[in-house]
Nanobody
């Protein structure tokens, strides 16, 4: 079992930056592909970014490519999402999610909600214009 806890959300002006963190419990974090999703009011939860369990591969949604950076520190059981050049349309609850990358039956990159077994509770990001 893996528990995920996000932090780092808040209110920021357009053009600003935030860094989200997601800390995972459990000893097998280093085996997990870790993703970030977001959900705006009235919209479906959408994929943002994912990083391979080894840190060797990343993949981004087109809407955030070049502005967001996903990274991880396996020694700290933590995955990060650095968000820059934020836009009002980035306003959403951001969720981290995990799937065992060594045993998953899904291919790479895992971009769908059903690809993931574990989810955090979310952290709110609000970007003002």
């Amino acid at each position: 079992q893996v528990q995920l806890v996000e932090s780092g959300g808040g209110l920021v002006q357009a053009g600003g930056s935030l860094r989200l963190s997601c800390i995972a419990s459990g000893r097998t974090f280093s085996s997990y592909d870790m993703g970030w999703f977001r959900q705006a009011p009235g919209k479906e939860r959408e994929f943002v970014a994912v990083i391979r369990w080894s840190g060797s591969r990343t993949y981004y949604a087109d809407s955030v490519k070049g502005r967001f950076t996903i990274s991880r520190d396996n020694a700290k059981n933590t995955v990060y999402l650095r968000m820059s050049s934020l836009k009002p349309e980035d306003t959403a609850v951001y969720y981290c999610a995990g799937i065992n990358g060594e045993t998953t039956r899904w291919g790479w990159p895992p971009r769908e909600r059903l690809n993931y077994d574990y989810w955090g509770q979310g952290t709110q990001v609000t970007v003002s214009s």
